[in-house]
């Protein structure tokens, strides 16, 4: 065990910060690599469940009205893309709540990062890169479970992918920059009950905004899982604008960018100490 | 290596480590020593760069440990108080995981892991998950894992803190080793014979202040004397005696709750004049002093959490 200077390990700032949070990234994979299986099962059963007993079960009811309001579409092709969406946000913020709490204070792997060059910075963008992974292996699979459904029309769908992982990733960054300051997992549980659930419902994946009440729409156009979903299915109905894709990018890059400013900093005060 | 004037750290209104000073060289040992709650480790996460100082001035390897963080820490392994090791991992994985913290290419990890795990004797445990390994194993595990990059100081924060004798004694004895290789090593303990048995100099931190500095020798001579006699009566007869102990010429005396302690320098001598007094203990125990004498002086019999 010779007292030598490690030459690989004088890498310097700004480079420095992407090859730090591939390596977090790596510590991830290599975690992973325990569980994916299970993880795929999951990811192919929660759009066949859903596709299947409401695209195909209740909307052979809704077919039947042949509404405008879902733009003339089977309910099926209408459900698919905003449920594309709902399953990128529930996928986020599955991965930005409890393996975060766990890794600072239950198996504390993220102290045992920091005594290494990298940053706290460098484990948070580590840990996104590895849930964009995640979101778009899940975000994939139900794509191609609902093409063959037969869901997805046109090759514009796959144009749906990266905005779904994109809006993930708007959950990813903000949840995560508060679940790190976190010290105990019970308030996860009212991001679930009050956040994800009313945001599921009324966020037009199951039917048109257009349906609620008038002063309930505008705070449906404000959250987060509405631009994604609006942009998942202009594009698979090939129906998407200019300005609305701009709209709904815009909101959900600026979303991100806010939490991972936020990240930063939360991540640096929780593990600097 | 390490040069701190004046280091302060503070969180909120609570001082942790109210501005001390030390130098550490290349190749020694050198040892925090207190109770809990002295400052030992805030000192220990602020030489790890993960812990912003509050004031003063700190140098590592004549780095700036708050701006080049990732380039000291690079050279530093660390062994923190709880382990942070990755349960569901095996032990290779652990390392793997870990070499690649430091950029180091896999087949680097392969070869150091094979010596590393030799080194810290668990070779033969290398595709166990880690979860059901025992204490003293992990804390082997955590000493390998911070061997990973072949760093130049290694830190550890209490060592051998809830270790059976056994383990603590194979850690001791890998920590020799590697201090034979030239590696500088800074431990905090509360043990007083991990520190008479590793370090070459120590502190004692008190209340977030260094008490004294020296080697455990050094401190010896300069806090306690050369023998102790440590003496025992029947409880009824303990008052009386310890009144009476007064008497006999003693540098220092301490009288507990079921024994007398006199420091002298000579404690045979002491005992004869002990019995010329027409006292008999129960037992008497003459012994060299140790650094817990020294430690229990410096820093009291008062009860810390």
């Known amino acids: ?273 | 290596m390490i040069r701190a004037r004046g280091l302060v750290k503070r969180f909120g209104d609570f001082t942790a480590v109210a501005g001390i000073d030390f130098e550490l060289y290349r190749g020694e040992a050198f040892g925090f020593l207190g109770p809990n709650g002295a400052g030992k480790s805030s000192t220990m996460r602020m030489i790890g760069c993960v812990s912003p100082p509050s004031g003063g001035e700190l140098s590592i390897l004549g780095l700036d440990p708050v701006a080049d963080g990732p380039v000291i820490r690079a050279r530093l392994g660390v062994v923190p108080q709880e382990d942070t090791l990755d349960l569901e991992l095996t032990v290779r994985e652990n390392l793997l995981v870990y070499g690649r913290y430091f950029g180091l290419s896999r087949e680097v990890i392969r070869e150091r892991t094979a010596q590393l795990l030799d080194f810290v004797q668990l070779s033969d445990r290398a595709e166990d998950q880690v979860e059901p390994l025992s204490g003293g194993m992990k804390r082997r595990l955590t000493i390998a894992r911070s061997l990973i990059n072949e760093p130049e100081i290694l830190l550890l924060d209490e060592p051998t803190t809830g270790l059976d004798p056994q383990a603590r004694h194979a850690v001791w004895d890998r920590l020799f080793r590697l201090k034979q290789q030239g590696v500088t090593l800074i431990l905090t303990t509360h043990y007083m014979d991990e520190a008479e048995q590793l370090c070459d100099r120590l502190v004692v931190m008190d209340r977030a202040k260094i008490a004294a500095e020296g080697s455990p020798r050094e401190l010896i001579k300069r806090y306690s004397t050369p023998e102790v006699l440590e003496l025992r009566f029947e409880p009824d007869r303990h008052q009386v005696a310890a009144e009476k102990l007064a008497g006999v010429p003693a540098e220092r005396r301490e009288v507990l709750a079921d024994r007398i302690l006199l420091y002298v320098t000579d404690g045979d001598v002491t005992l004869a004049a002990v019995r010329a007094l027409g006292l008999e203990p129960l037992t008497s125990l003459v012994r060299r002093s140790t650094l817990e004498d020294v430690f229990l002086r410096l820093t009291g019999r008062r009860l810390e959490d």
């Open chain 1, 1 to 273: 065990m010779a007292a030598v200077t490690t030459r690989e390990a004088i890498t310097r700032p700004p480079l420095a910060g992407a090859v730090f949070a591939v390596r977090e990234l790596r510590f991830w994979l290599t975690n992973y690599r325990r569980t994916w299986r299970g993880s795929i099962y999951s990811s192919l059963l929660n759009p066949l469940l859903f596709l299947g007993a409401l695209g195909l079960g209740l909307g052979s009811l809704v077919n039947q009205h042949r509404d405008a309001a879902i733009g003339g579409v089977s309910y099926l092709v209408f459900l698919a893309p905003g449920l594309l969406a709902a399953t990128a946000m529930t996928t986020a913020v599955g991965e930005s709540t409890y393996p975060v709490l766990a890794s600072v204070k239950w198996v504390k792997t993220y102290q045992a990062a920091t005594a290494s060059p990298l940053r706290p910075a460098d484990i948070f963008h580590g840990h996104m890169l590895f849930v964009a992974l995640r979101l778009t292996m899940n975000c994939a699979i139900f794509l191609a479970v609902s093409a063959v459904l037969g869901a997805v029309h046109s090759y514009w769908a796959l144009a749906s992918l990266p905005v779904a992982v994109l809006t993930g990733l708007a959950f990813n960054a903000t949840i995560e920059s508060w679940a790190i300051t976190r010290t105990r997992d019970t308030s996860f549980a009212v991001i679930f009950r009050f956040g994800m659930i009313p945001l599921f419902l009324f966020s037009g994946i199951f039917f048109p905004i257009t349906q609620l009440p008038g002063w309930l729409q505008p705070i449906a156009y404000a959250t987060p899982l509405w631009h994604g979903v609006a942009l998942c299915r202009a594009l698979t109905l090939g129906a998407v604008t200019l300005g609305g894709a701009l709209i709904n990018v815009g909101y959900l890059v600026g979303l991100t960018a806010i939490g991972v400013a936020a990240g930063n900093r939360s991540y640096r005060r929780r593990l600097y100490v």
